[in-house]
């Protein structure tokens, strides 16, 4: 029996088919544009989304799948009605409308108390939300009859397959509504902020049969960057992990629930019966987006050339390629820096220091990280982690070994693994053991030196402030 995974990007959609033995078998991508409504709106259209996700469903059924799971990219809010149909598009996770929100009295003096500090921040689905209930009258009232739901994408698709308000832990832990360490609804977040308590999906585990469609049971939902976690081998202390895609997420295993800060997230990588694995996370809005910049300017023809670069002189030049924000250290507002051109800067110099850029600022983000975990060997997956020079130039960036897997699609690689628990094929044990891993290369610091000083990187981005 076949599974099926169906990966929701950004800016894509993703089915993949894998054999019981989890050898890709079949791929097909839907590619859903990103929006730019207004200066930092950032959203997604959620018909056309709905369309692709049950165009992939068919396709699965069609390519005999028998299990389906799914992962969603995270921190981003719908509203639909109870026939499924959206009422808004999806606010993503790269929106920064939640500054309206957070600078807004009397939220700019509620994020100065602790439990609110890691709460209200621009990226947060609460000030998502507080902004639909502030700018949507009409939505809010519908939402308190019981008429409409809001919610996380991954909330939205699971009413879709399900027909019911639910929401796994790895997406739900994200939204500041419900507390990853004891597992319950913070009471306290709704009272303060305002927030009707129709606004709280049920919460279910990972592993979870969702109910049928088509003929497939659903078994598996869960976060992206978590799924990549798993899809790593990523659940014990000593592992990390850097997914690249439109940006960059770098996640480390913690023993415990750790409240963090600092521009981290601490994040519930997965719920399973009794078992719950916790990590932190850094992230950096743009990365992949900054290789496409760079392929549109013409400056590059494919991420492939990339290998190129090896050993460049970067001729002096420094490039911070925060071209969405930086969250490590927390600067929403941040935005691209270039210093050093000269008349005989040459394309690959500059090419290569906007590379060396986006390492350092991953570095920014592992240098905090190690304040909480340390991390003895760091896995990379996306489509940036298909560049050799990368890794290279990231395992000198973070002093450890950086390791990529043949499949680099792992965040699909851990659904499917979650479905073989799902099946009974495999135990927990098994995929905590990494039976699914297949290392095919490992990176030693020092094989490609950088010539971008991190110090240097940090105080120029702690430099950076919001404009008026």
Known sequence: MSLGVIDVGTTNVKLIIYDEELNQRYLETINVPMLFPSSYYVEQDANALRSAFNRLISTAKEKGVKYLGISTYRASIITWDRSGNP?????????????????????????????????????????????????????AQRIRKGEAFIG??????AYLVSNRYINDASNE?????????????????YELLGIPREVGPEVIDNVHELGEVDGMKVGVLIADQQAAMVGEGCLSVGCGKVTNGTGSFMDAVVDEFKLVGGGLLPLLILKYGGNVFYGVEGFLPATG??????????LLSSPQELDGLAHVDTQGIV?????????????????????????????EAFVRAVIEGIVQLIGLIFDKIKIYSRASVVRVDGGLSRSTLFLRLLATALGTIVERQRDVETTARGVAALLKVFKGDWSLNDVIKGVHVNVELRVEPGEERLSLNRDIVKRIIEGMRCRA
């Open 289 to 298: 987006s900054v290789i496409d910049w760079l392929v549109r300017l013409g």
């Open 173 to 189: 832990a994200l939204t500041g509504l419900w507390h990853p360490g004891n597992l319950r609804r913070i009471d306290l977040v």
């Open 319 to 347: 490039v911070i390629p925060a071209l969405a924000g930086v969250n490590v250290p927390p600067r929403p507002c941040a935005r691209g820096l270039i210093d050093g051109l000269t008349l005989s800067t040459t394309r």
């Open 152 to 157: 996380t994408l991954s909330s939205y698709l």
């Open 87 to 139: 009422l808004t598009n999806i606010i993503t996770w790269l929106d920064r409308r939640g500054l309206e929100i957070i600078n807004k009295f009397p939220y700019s003096i509620m994020r100065r108390l602790p439990l609110l500090g890691s709460i209200l921040i621009p990226t947060s689905p609460v000030a998502q939300i507080l902004w639909l209930l502030g700018n949507r009258q009409d939505l």
